[in-house]
């Protein structure tokens, strides 16, 4: 059992377990014309590594309750990919709100999810998505936390556990990085 998944079990032991999903959108096609940059689609590149991605969230049967999406294209399209993969029927809420949304944004919209919900899924953009898995990730696999501070590149999930009873109780270093994976380390 890897460090970061005892750490994970630790957590749970502690109390109530919240899991937050935090999912770069796959590469885009800067070259596609005629879009601004909200409307910017999916590269080939991107299709391919959300569907690896999507393959990697079913290996580890991972069911988020709530979805929530930036309204822009290559989120959406990212999803739309990597759904399929997910096991349960998560609701989704797309939301424009979590276009390049800053750390503090994406934080005050996570805490405003109902408690209930204990696996959410929240598809982004950086530099946003990337402060705040750093801000949130206090422990955890030391590579993946050094990988994770060096960059969050196109696709890749940050899988962070807390243990607390509300999604408002999220504070700076509370997390767990259970995982960071990239779609270029799934290739081969």
Not at 3 to 26: F, I, N, Y
Not at 37 to 49: K, T, V
Not at 137 to 151: F, I, P, S, V
Request: glycine share 8%; with cysteine; net charge positive.
């Amino acid at each position: 059992m890897s460090a970061a998944r005892r750490e994970a079990g630790r957590a749970t032991e502690r109390g109530p377990e919240r899991r937050l999903l935090l999912l770069r959108h796959a590469k885009s096609d800067w070259s596609a014309e005629g879009h601004d940059d909200h409307e910017r689609p999916l590269s080939r590149r991107g299709r391919r590594a959300a569907k690896q991605i999507g393959e990697e969230l079913a290996r580890r049967r991972i069911a988020p309750e709530r979805i929530l999406c930036s309204s822009a294209r290559r989120t959406r399209e990212t999803l739309e990919l990597v759904r399929p993969h997910l096991h349960g029927d998560a609701a989704l809420v797309v939301d424009q709100h979590l276009y390049l949304a800053s750390p503090e944004t994406l934080l005050a919209q996570i805490a405003d999810v109902d408690d209930g919900v204990r696996t959410l899924l929240v598809v982004g953009h950086n530099p946003g998505l990337e402060e705040l898995a750093c801000q949130l990730a206090g422990r955890g696999d030391e590579e993946a936390l050094a990988r994770l501070k060096r960059k969050f590149p196109t696709g890749a999930l940050a899988d962070l556990r807390f243990a607390a009873d509300r999604w408002r109780e999220l504070a700076p270093a509370s997390g767990v990085l259970a995982a960071f994976v990239w779609p270029r380390e799934l290739d081969g």
